[in-house]
């Protein structure tokens, strides 16, 4: 419900069209359903044009299937699913061939449409080879998403060098997302040289006393260097989110 | 050194005004000193004039007063420490008496120097009372680097009422601080509400199961509202550099 | 052994049918064994008529199949087998045909018979689709028990509008069970909201720094809002059991 | 902001005396501000007659004095601040004198007002001697609220016979709280003894492996007794604010 | 090397087939190769007549065979494999059928043969039926050991009559072994009724915050029983060892 | 309540000096009060002929104090106190002189009398000169229990020759306490030359990753010799009590 | 780029063969890029012969393929890959017939060369049968790199006398690593016996409250034996690395 | 016992001096006692001359006075105390003037003198300058055992310029010690950089969720940097001991 359609309530009431009692109800249930529902959706549509995103891991494939049609009933484009896998990919196909399958990153893109894209660009870096899942679900959740991105990918600390003689395509970003496992140190390597804001993303790539991404995550979180904050573990949608929206108050308005 | 002064120097070697050897120790300590130092040096100055911040904690009183020392020899305005006491500041007041101290953000401005603002705000947000020196830290640092800070307290979600009306001031910032301890639910809560950068600060306020802020941090990491993330526990400066990154890039340029 | 029958005993004593040793080593094992044993059962008896709630997971499926027969053969109606598996189904279904299986709820009802269901009700909320296990368990446990149970569920504070908008929801229910992974944000909203007896029930859906349901552990215990207090992850029975205790006290008696 | 005062502006809008515009602007600001927080406030003054309770713990003084005063201009009584110190009450006292200081229960009433009391009771029951202060926190705060209160204190699991010894005493109560540092065996054995809803505060007394009550708390939370829940570590005024609800629903209306 | 080897050598030395550099050689070497090996092994056959304990888990088949069959080619008897699977069963029946399989237990005895058995008792209590292997793992190591064991399963806390029950039972053990998991408790409440060894066993079983034995683990190290101490989790063979070293210090000798 | 007075009532009852009523009424006590208590106290006093120990830690001492006079009055001998300071041992001179303060043990001993001294002996073995006190406080426990109590300090295993040369005061034990910071190696260590029950006292001595004491705890519940077990970090008494309990078991009957 | 480019570059600067502006392009990539490529490459190359290692763990096998692929395109010996498993072989061998499968220790070794040997020795200890695979990662590496390495297994501190009859090989060692799961007290213990750098290497071997290696890495990290330190959790790689970095500092020049 | 006295026990039984029993025993206890004592104690004084180093913290005043006092009676030098603080200075200045005390290090040496220097250096880093107490403690260590020490403070990668800078420096040490706290990311970026042993020291400086260190340590223990390990948090004494070891192999034989 809208600012129009309050005035046409407003208008009837005034009207005698309607009685003081409906007004009243209709005023009191405003808030809380159809219009903060439709005040976060238009929200969400106006600004980046993309329905609710729907994370698969941990529900069942009929669920997934029967959330996809009803959007596609709704002719919502630009459907993103996170964490999926070949089964649902499979299921998926049964009700639309329609669809984009980034099987690394396991995102789906049903009804894909191609968007304008940002000037300024999103860079994704990640340390190491293990590390490109959750690289690749922050890039192509940021590319869904209207923007501009670059891969720097294989540039862990240990061999440094690789990642100084970068140095022109981290200043030219606008944001910057930083996957790492092991010991997550890149983060604090790219904070040193560049004065973007940085997304830590930690992985649960490592083993022994890494204890699940726990070992990365500490290490983001007590980084010295200023103007970066972190994500939960393996949280490649997140960072991509997170990114698009910095990204885009600058270069689109 | 800058671009101009490597340029003199090869000029100097080309009038034999310098020697090969020079030259080459001039050229070998380029990239890792002056000009690599004077680079970062100069981004930062070009882009918020301030110099390095020094926080305080953990350093000896004597080292803190000769850094200032040397800064203000050099002419630097606005010298940021955090984390300091009364004891820093009246240590700091020997040497020089023009300096503001923010008591309960723990943080003092050297020679303090008006900026201009920007058009668009950071908002503060703080769950509980028991959050403020927190999140003035965070606060007073955009402050410091020339942002317009709202500021919107004891918002916690146990009286959610006092949040929901305030959803235009949510809605009216370019990117939101959200300061909380104990569950750490605010955060979340703000990301259900608005479609901007969020930036959770757990704070170490609480007792018993709180474990520090470890559960206020596993709350803000796990937060299931997209556009958010996380710095250290009770990192209230972190949060307020990062929220003045992003809050430039679109309103200054 | 009741107290009629001590009666007897004393009686025959005095009459001299007992030694004096007999009668000190019946009244010295009184205590400890039947009586003791029999107040327990009639008391759970006499208050919901359910015999011992049979909790299956680790249970080897004979003795599972062992135990049901046993109560069987008493006469037990209603027996509630909860963490449940197809297997365990197949296994019972080899001794009775007259068992209700709730294969999401993980629960299978033996001898189910309907019983007269309480005025006031439980309402059980779910923040997140991957949370209906949990809660159905919780859901059908507070049913077997003869409580009146609503539902709400996918209503966590990443859209707070759906849950602000059952307000009268929440308050007409006599206690409210919040089932909730993630972060689990959802009982300090509740909390703030309603004035009733809340039971957190954190779950171990999420990833990363989720730690298997840690983060939504510890959150709950931390919770500001006054009225609340948790049951272990995942423990839907406990506060289905909890909640029909609360639920009885006022609206049975 | 009430029904009625509603009707008023519908009144004055139909009438001309508001214009549209400022009829719309009254609409959109009301379910956020004043009726949402006058709801909650009149619920919690209906109930149970007291304002809201002041956690004094991380608190400026000069601050816990300034909402005791402002609550103290608006006639309050009742007022009930936990987590005081001897500090704290002499600040108090040079605003008023009427004021209940319970130093081990860490607890001070402004404006004591004797109320109606249940006829039904909250037990507390503490397992060893340095749980008393936590006890005490609960069985005051069960009474400020209007309930009548039983205690048992020095009753742990390891001279089990002192509770044995009770057990009329624990089944004439409508709600125990058992307090438990250590091990917290406590709330299992009393679980398993009675049919009433428990809740478990694990105290941080102990020592080595207690882990600040780490031990305790997970030990309740694993209990296998029925009918139990936990708050958190040392949280005696959680419980019995807790055990206040559950208690007035069916003694009192 | 034995006392009459070392005879030899010293004869040898006064008769001067031996050099003085030679037999200082041997004198120096003593102790750390063969004597040391041989009294420790003795030791071990003098006390109780069994071998080696082998540890099955994370052993290759091949390397468990091949040490069974060492060890039968020396004529040992008793043979004791802990945590054993079916897999190791059928591999050890290709070289002997001499051989007992405790299945629940996870225990092979290969060579079984019949000992004289200890007058005095060691009791095995165990909470619940998922903690049966745990606490027959340690009742079957006792009697191999030649204790005579006695077994009282599913007595936990949770239904204290049946323990209080059995107190004679308790009072007539020698040593007790407790294995229980969830929340341990029955350790604390056994330590309060008797004045017996206890041997604490934390089981893995639970689930939620149990985390694979560690609620039970802290529960048992927290007791506040005297009298008692706690050995790994799951570990029923350390229990079962240790308590055979105790009842068999006052009832062989 | 002994047997003897149970025969008491029962001939009154007999003899028509007793209602039936009543009798019921005593029976019905019975287990719960008075003869349970008696039951275990009489079996405390009777093995070791000393009553409660008092845990001062966490206690006002005007309770210590309060108990002790207590105990005094109803003429106790050898009151046992443990984790003293200097303040307790200052308070209770007031009430009596005649007491021995361990300083280092933190023990004290009210109204001390020296009693028969069991022939084997418990041996204390500490690793470094900072596990003195918890060494202590177990070595004291014992011998005011009655026990023959031999020390061997600062053995540790980086120094394994001092042990090694101490194998015949190891081997002539009935039963070894190892106290041990650190890494708490020196468990794992004697365990593997002795063949006595072994049982280990981790202590919080030590820094960084010693996290209070859980390196040292993790270890010695993991260590692969066979027959010891593990008490709570730094309990001392607790290791003196269970040492005591097992050494008499075969010394003294 | 060397010394010996820059000055041509310079040169041709100097006469006008090189502009201004390709000259300062030149100096700005100089230290990010081939120089410090080179330089790292070079370093390694010079020193031990060996290309970059490939662990194998997490990375696809088409990926694994692809890097062997390449290196043998450069003509690379000696290729080293860990965490190997079957498959991994079975896809290798699609390309080359030319390597070493070393099954326990999970390595692979493409394009085999003999390399002269260190005079000087590595000793690898193991402290029991399930460290093998550990123990072997460690010798197999420090062999691949060109270092004699003794093994010694089986020599965990229940034996000690095993241990302490080889005291020859431990002080004949340049350096020694130590691989012990459980509660890692080999370390220590070595450490007491020699003088000779110790790399600790816990493993995750063990069950119960060995939290996957956690309770051998404390315990070595706290180790009280000078000359040790420790790398990661089952990590025999790195041990075998970097023992062969320090047997090679005296050994070979 | 050293070789010339066993000499003489041989040279008396030969002699019928001693006879074949009291020669057996002699015999038998050699290795556990004085041989074996003196063999270790030899080995450290002939290798590095210096006595045992005293760990000052958790000892008492007393008894670190009464050590040192000792060791000075037999005329030790260059006695090493670590952890002191200024009250242990005072203290030992009573018993001699002849100590060097060195504040921030918590290092004094008692009777210290001069020795030969090794040709190669040990290069000490700290990331920050409240690292610095660790990293002299580190250096001055490594300087009483007779090395040449090199420095490089405040060298943290959120300046890696700085680091990159003295790449000659980092590349002429034979073994380096990364002391850092925070996410102690330098140790990954220094072994990227060189190809010497590097050994990581944690600390415990930074707050939050850094843990006392444990940020810091996961983060160096889960490295991808070849060729280093890691000491406990804090611990400089143990980097600059092993750090000595390393050295000294190659560089001084």
Same mark, same amino acid.
């Given at each position: 419900?809208? %600012? ?19 007004? =009243?109800? $209709? ?14 959706? &238009? &929200? %969400?549509? *106006? ?15 009929? &669920?997934?299937?029967? *959330? ?14 996170? %964490?999926? !896998? ?12 329609? =669809? ?5 990153? %396991? *995102? ?31 890039? *192509? ?19 440094? &060098? ?8 981290? $200043? ?11 010991? @997550? ?6 904070? @040193? =040289? ?15 006393? !890494?204890? @699940?991404? =726990? ?11 200023? @103007?970066?904050?972190?994500? $939960?573990?393996? $949280? ?18």
């Amino acid at each position: 419900m809208n %600012r129009d359609s309050i005035k046409d309530l407003l208008l009837k009431y005034k009207n005698d069209e309607l009685s003081e009692d409906d007004m =009243l109800k $209709n005023i009191e249930e405003l808030p809380y359903s159809d219009l903060d529902y439709a005040k976060i959706d &238009h &929200h %969400r549509e *106006i600004r980046n044009g993309y329905p609710e995103v729907i994370y698969s891991e941990g529900k069942a494939i009929k &669920h997934i299937v029967g *959330i996809v049609e009803n959007m596609l009933s709704k002719g919502e484009e630009n459907i993103l699913l996170t %964490r999926v !896998n070949a089964e649902i990919y499979d299921a998926l196909q049964s009700i639309t061939k329609n =669809l984009d399958y980034f099987e690394e990153a %396991r *995102i789906i893109i049903v009804n894909p449409k191609v968007k304008a894209t940002t000037d300024t660009s999103i860079l994704v870096l990640a340390a190491g080879t293990a590390d490109y899942p959750v690289a690749e679900e922050a890039a *192509i959740t940021a590319e869904v998403f209207g923007n501009r991105v670059e891969r720097l990918y294989d540039v862990g600390v240990a061999g440094i &060098h690789r990642l100084l003689s970068k140095i022109d395509v981290l $200043n030219s970003a606008k944001v910057i997302i930083c996957v790492a496992g092991m010991e @997550g140190a890149l983060l604090s390597v790219v904070g @040193g =040289l560049v004065d973007v804001p940085l997304i830590g993303v930690p992985t649960s790539v490592g083993y022994g006393a !890494n204890f @699940g991404g =726990l070992a990365a995550l500490l290490a983001m979180l007590n980084s010295c260097a200023s @103007g970066s904050s972190v994500v $939960n573990i393996d $949280n490649g949608f997140g960072a991509g989110y997170l990114a698009s929206m910095i990204n885009k108050q600058g270069g689109i308005k």
